[in-house]
């Protein structure tokens, strides 16, 4: 079994702390690495070799940091199989989809390597008479990252490729279910010249995210996790006067018009809310139909739900693999339960899958429920599994309000072909990531991600323009440069004559 260590200053590193972790296959179920769980000291060295390496990193031309980030995409690519199959072999998901997943990663790194562009300021010349004035965006320092288990690749990627390009160094806490892709990443950058200690790897529990939270060498926090610890992280880097974003969870409502293409509408749910056994942040976990589109939805659903191929992700067969670890698996099943309690009509179960050759391994089935209703807890909270909950309405203000009266804000969707409804939606939704035809609408890396509601804390999204806003601070200077004899002393407020 495979020891997985921190990765501090350019070298894979032991740490001090006697805690470990244990990270499993799901589709097997079995061990595959013990992890080295880092405490204070563990982060005190990574702070150490971050804050020395922020010195050289931060004065590098945004040119010469740009063609580092270069040639780090250019072995992302071409190790891109080798980092899909350690993506499958401790998240479960199915091996295009890891791909995927990792491509859209890659695309923040290609957006970072336009980072001299990006920083270049704005200057007005004669601001007042022979007064010019300009402003640049700085590097805030060392910067940290705490991330979710259920994108090991992507959600690192729209963090540390933003804060390094912009100048500043990088500590990744990542989701001590599956570290080892971020590790990969760490060693590739290095290859890629990104000089020691630029980024670092410090893998815990909530130990160290409460160390990353307490230092005072750290400059900004970005988190990326389940709703309650997104909050706990934003109160408590404010707290400790750090930047904060934190990113926390969903529940995406797919507005299902009587006029849409309804097999397109059917395919696109199927992806939105199965792909990745339904664990992603953006998938579609209620399908909200209005007027009498209900049966026929219902009824094309639970077909394709029934027909869905569960297995392991390296199988190209799959459609769907395991859930991440076997905790979840009765967490999302004890959802399942509670709706069959709750008075939720069960019309596709698939509590009860056993794969052949894969007992131990954390597989369900997808689940359809149908007359969910809003005061159900399953429509209230995260299931974060393959369970999707349809939920019928009279018409399109009834799917409007369910959508604006929910806690969570990140994604929704809506299928019509009409350009009226399409538009109030797009407009009246309160909401932070919008589709109109495109079942899980994940902008793509020039444009932010980003919730609203309490689907993040903080005021700037992650990546695109929002990142470099995010990672760098913004300093506006004033000048003049008079010739021959001073001035007098000006007692009075300055204005621009
Ligand atoms: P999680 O909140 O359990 O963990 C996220 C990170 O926080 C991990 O690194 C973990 O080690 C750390 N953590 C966990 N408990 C902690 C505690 N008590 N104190 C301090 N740190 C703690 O989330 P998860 O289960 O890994 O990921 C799934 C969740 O992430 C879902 O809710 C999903 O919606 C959300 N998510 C949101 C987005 C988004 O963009 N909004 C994207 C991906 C995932």
Known sequence: MKTIEHFVDGQKFSGTSKKIGKVYNPATGEQSGELRLGNSDDLSKAVDSGKKAFELWSNKPPIQRARIMFKFKELIEKNADELTKIIVSEHGKVFEDAKGSLLRGLEVVEYACGIPQMLKGEFTENVGTDVDSWSIRQPLGLCAGITPFNFPAMVPMWMFPMSIACGNTFILKPSEKDPSCSIKLAELFLEAGLPKGVLNIINGDKEVVDEIIKNKDIMAVSFVGSTPIAKYIYENCAKNEKRVQALGGAKNHCVVMPDCDLKQTVNGLMGAAYGSAGERCMAQSVAVAVGDIGDKLVNSLSKKVESLKVGPGMDKKSEMGPLVTKEHLDKVKGYVDLGVKEGAKLVV?????????????????????????????????????????????????????????????????????????????????????????????????????????????????????????????????????????????????????
Not at 359 to 383: A, N, P, R, S, T
Not at 457 to 481: A, C, I, N
């Open 349 to 497: 179960d698939g509590r009860k899958l056993k794969l052949q050759g894969y007992e131990k391994g954390y597989y369900m089935g997808g689940c359809l429920f149908d007359h969910v209703k809003k005061d159900m807890k399953i429509y209230k909270e995260e299931i974060f599994g393959p369970v999707l909950s349809v939920i019928r309405v009279k018409k399109f203000d009834d799917a409007l309000e369910l959508v604006n009266n929910h806690e969570f804000g990140n994604g929704a969707s809506i299928f019509t072909r009409d350009g009226d409804s399409a538009r109030t939606f797009t407009s009246k939704a309160k909401i932070g990531m919008i589709g109109v035809n495109i079942p899980i609408p994940v902008p793509v890396a020039f444009h932010s991600f980003g919730g609203w509601k309490r689907s993040l804390f903080g005021d700037q999204h992650m990546h695109g323009p929002e990142g470099v806003r995010f990672y760098t601070k913004l300093k506006t200077m004033t000048s003049r440069w008079p010739s021959g004899v001073r001035s007098d002393p000006e007692f009075t407020m300055p204005t621009m004559k």
